[in-house]
């Protein structure tokens, strides 16, 4: 759709957030003039919680495999467009100094979010970009030569190209409702049913309050039909309703796909998972026989969180845990060791979407153009960022996401042609 010369393109960016900002900035830097509609107060509120406030930037290891949907693949091209390196690159310009920390995720030297929100926001007015706060979009409305936009408290706008990256529903506490799906599935786009990915796990165990509040460094691993089907490390904590941490949240988005689909889910967790059973078997029997005296329970303080221990021992069999270990049979001492290698529980459920990092699921990628984020049933209407069905792990992949599809739909949507 060619512009008379003396018509400037206009472009209206529905939604304020990482997508969102780094699309107007691209559209902007194109030659289009840019409108970015945010129903929230301020824009770039979610920004602000990433990577524990710090914001995660990306990661070193950008690789297909850390991000998920039905149909994964389609992210490629925006990843290869606008890569890691460039998104360094990117925000360097704008002054975010970058660092590399374990598992190869970036962060601002300043170990501060708002300075990513700051520069973004700085470049959003430096280019004359117009910003309209609390703009809830109610209708995108196809007509001659574009599109009007009707927001909820009657106004409407007129732009010849639309970029939606409105998010989806992780975090309603910071202003996601799902919103732009209406807007999508109106003008004839499919949604995948979406659902809370990086988000603690509801388990099913008569012992989690006696255990809630334990941190410990383990393994865990999702398990249907006996079946590992995703593993991850670190941090685990217990609590009320189930299980936290960063490894956890990272099996997340598998559990609950499979709870879906109405799966029998297991949780699979290792206490102690950088000791090989034979070296475990050894060192417990050396303690136990060097104190045998010493009661089954008693003999693990020094070496187990003991909140942990007496429900680990009524758990794994062991009926008389006060009793010398002098008493202990092989197979309760088998009992013993094989929980602290495979201590199941049953996954029942997640927390709500507020608990979410980010949203599984979202508007089909089968009718949107990989390499320009436009859609294929409306053209001049592109997408960008969590609003699509594309999710990406713990660890920086959310954010390449929406900087990665941002930069693609801001670029094509500005092109005139």
């Known amino acids: 759709m060619a512009m008379p010369k003396e018509e400037k393109l206009k472009v209206a960016v529905v939604g304020g957030g990482a997508a969102g900002l780094l699309a107007a900035v691209i559209a902007r830097r194109e030659g289009a003039e840019v409108r970015i509609l945010e129903r929230n107060q301020r824009v770039g509120k979610k920004i602000l919680t990433t990577g524990n406030g710090r914001c995660n930037l990306t990661n070193t290891d950008l690789h297909l495999s850390h991000y998920h949907g039905q149909n994964p693949k389609f992210a490629y091209s925006a990843l290869q467009a606008f890569d890691n390196h460039r998104a360094i690159d990117f925000f360097e310009e704008l002054g975010i100094t970058h660092k590399v ?156 796909e499979k709870l879906r689909m109405k799966d029998e889910v297991w949780l699979k967790v290792v206490l102690l998972p950088t000791w090989p059973r034979e070296k475990l078997e050894g060192y417990l029997s ?32 062991l009926e008389e845990i006060n009793k010398p270990v002098s008493a202990l049979t092989a197979r309760e001492k088998a009992g013993i060791l094989n929980l602290l290698q495979d201590w199941r529980f049953q996954v029942i459920g997640t927390n709500s979407w507020t608990a979410a990092q980010v949203t599984a699921g979202g508007i089909d990628v089968r009718d949107i153009n990989p390499r320009t984020m ?34 693609v739909a801001g670029k094509s949507a500005a092109d005139g042609s």
């Open 101 to 256: 920390e374990e598992e190869g995720k970036v962060f601002p030297f300043s170990n501060q979010a708002s300075s990513v929100l700051d520069v973004l926001r700085y470049e959003v007015e430096r280019l004359g970009i117009e910003t309209i706060l609390e703009a809830e979009v109610k209708e995108i409305r196809k007509v001659s030569q574009g599109f009007e936009l009707a927001a909820k408290d009657g106004k409407k706008y007129f732009a010849h190209r639309v970029i939606l990256a409105a998010g989806g529903k992780a975090a309603p506490n910071l202003g996601a409702n799902g919103s732009g799906y209406a807007l999508a599935e109106k003008l004839g786009h499919h949604l995948v049913e979406p659902f809370p990915a990086l988000v603690q796990l509801k388990l099913e165990s008569p012992f989690l309050k006696q255990i809630k509040g334990i941190k410990f460094d383990g393994g865990a691993e999702v398990l249907v039909k006996g079946k590992t089907l995703a593993k991850a490390q670190g941090e685990i904590l217990f609590t009320e309703y189930g299980i936290s941490g960063p490894p956890i949240f990272q099996l997340s988005r598998t559990a609950a």
């Open 286 to 317: 050396k303690r136990w026989e060097e104190a045998p005296e010493k009661s089954v329970h008693f003999s693990f303080v020094g070496f187990i969180n003991k909140q942990l221990v007496p429900v680990l021992l009524k758990q794994s069999g």
């Open 374 to 407: 436009e859609s294929l049933l409306v053209p001049g209407l592109y997408f960008a960022g969590e609003i699509l069905d594309i999710d990406g792990d713990c660890g920086g992949y959310n954010l390449q996401w929406a900087w990665s599809s941002g930069y």
